[in-house]
């Protein structure tokens, strides 16, 4: 059985609320074009986050369908499964699945239900040639017992042996969160054991790192091949701000039998633009009118993407000083994009510790109020922020019914 294996799309995403990337994930809907081509994968598999937000706009759904159409073209004996992530929006995606249905390809929105019976069970399994497909999209609470008897199903009439893949959206034990804006003891993990027994390969989405659960060593290799069950993040399309410094990837795996071996094969997406943080070399500005100069010469130079700036403490920084860079920046033409979060080093005397300190920029790129509340939470007694945070999925679950 050989799929491939992509996550975390986040079409429509504008990033630092100025640019959208449109033009960006098209380029990477190219590669993913050619590879499908290439290699002719009994299927391809999106594990979750296709949207940035939940309610994407029209244009954004229209560059959804027009890219996957192409691909049921271009590929017309490829299956095509996509599930939906925490950023989707669950109802919406399930209530186009019977049409998509008609094109060879599955979406699942809404996870299996406690005591769901066999015909609802049965929803959930991707039948090929080759193997199978379970396509759980993000859960919210414990589904252990439902994805089993999924599992199960599939185990009473597997009598060839033929591989079983398993795709997830969620933040397993034992993973690197490298790249993502989570304090540490913050980010709420799962047990793989969660999904359940009986899977090969299990295809997670969620975190935007390429990397195989239990051997992060190999994250960087570009064919490594182990025995089953595999746990395994494809990463993102798209580098998704600034700290995620490594290589975004697609992957190719190949299963030759139930409780066989997988062999993984990294392709490395080719970014339209770069995430840069000036200076280069690791260090960190100490005066403004170097700060200036660094990144007029990068335009004058032609330098393309997103660029962040690092700067100490001590710095004195002028008023008027992120308008010259904005000035800077609209000379360049849409090449270079900046991210007003500055990367601050060296130490501060913060003064009253009792309040909270943010930058402005910091506080406009916060989306989800626990992000918020996560950072001061030891300002408050008395607050729990697990119970903050199950009323929070309580009114997401009541808003996407």
């Known amino acids: 059985m050989k799929i491939i294996h992509t996550a975390d799309l986040h079409l429509g995403q504008v990033i630092y609320q100025n640019y959208d990337r449109i033009d960006e994930h098209s380029h990477y809907f190219k590669q993913l074009e050619k590879w499908c081509i290439d290699e002719k994968p009994d299927a391809l598999i999106v594990s979750g986050d296709i949207f940035d937000i939940q309610q994407p706009s029209a244009a954004t759904r229209k560059n959804f369908t027009e890219s996957f159409v192409r691909l049921r073209h271009l590929c017309p004996d490829m299956h095509i499964v996509i599930t939906a992530g925490n950023h989707d929006s669950a109802s919406r995606i399930q209530a186009d699945k019977a049409i998509w249905e008609i094109a060879n390809t599955t979406l699942i929105g809404m996870p299996p239900v406690a005591d769901a019976d066999r015909k609802e069970l049965e929803r959930y399994i991707v039948r090929l040639r080759n193997g199978y497909i379970v396509a759980i999209p993000y859960m919210s609470g414990n589904h252990t017992d439902e994805i089993q008897k999924i599992l199960d199903l599939i185990n009473e009439e597997n009598h060839e042996e033929k591989p079983i893949v398993l795709m997830g959206h969620a933040a397993v034990t034992g993973l690197d969160i490298t790249g993502h804006n989570f304090e540490i003891g913050m980010l709420r993990t799962t047990d793989v054991a969660c999904f359940g027994k009986g899977a090969d390969y299990i295809a997670l989405g969620h975190i935007h790192k390429p990397q195989t659960i239990g051997h992060q060593e190999d994250c960087l290799k570009e064919n490594v091949c182990y025995p089953t069950p595999i746990v395994r993040y494809s990463g993102s399309a798209l580098h998704v701000s600034c700290d995620e410094?490594?290589?975004?990837?697609?992957?190719?795996?190949?299963?030759?039998?139930?409780?066989?071996?997988?062999?993984?094969?990294?392709?490395?997406?080719?970014?339209?633009?770069?995430?840069?943080?000036?200076?280069?070399?690791?260090?960190?500005?100490?005066?403004?009118?170097?700060?200036?100069?660094?990144?007029?010469?990068?335009?004058?130079?032609g330098k393309e993407g997103y660029f962040r700036l690092r700067i100490d403490y001590s710095t004195y920084l002028p008023a008027d000083f992120n308008q010259h860079i904005y000035e800077i920046k609209e000379v360049a033409e849409g090449r270079l994009r900046y991210n007003p979060k500055i990367e601050w080093t060296g130490t501060i005397d913060r003064g009253d510790e009792s309040k909270p300190k943010f930058e402005v920029a910091e506080l406009q790129q916060m989306t989800d109020p626990m992000e918020f509340i996560e950072k001061t939470i030891d300002r408050y007694e008395g607050l729990e922020a697990d119970e903050i945070r199950e009323m929070f999925d309580e009114v997401k679950r009541e808003l996407n019914k």
């Open 245 to 301: 410094q490594y290589p975004h990837t697609v992957s190719l795996v190949e299963i030759d039998k139930h409780g066989g071996e997988v062999k993984i094969k990294q392709l490395r997406i080719d970014e339209l633009r770069h995430f840069y943080v000036f200076p280069e070399d690791g260090t960190s500005f100490t005066d403004a009118e170097k700060v200036i100069e660094t990144v007029r010469n990068n335009a004058i130079n």
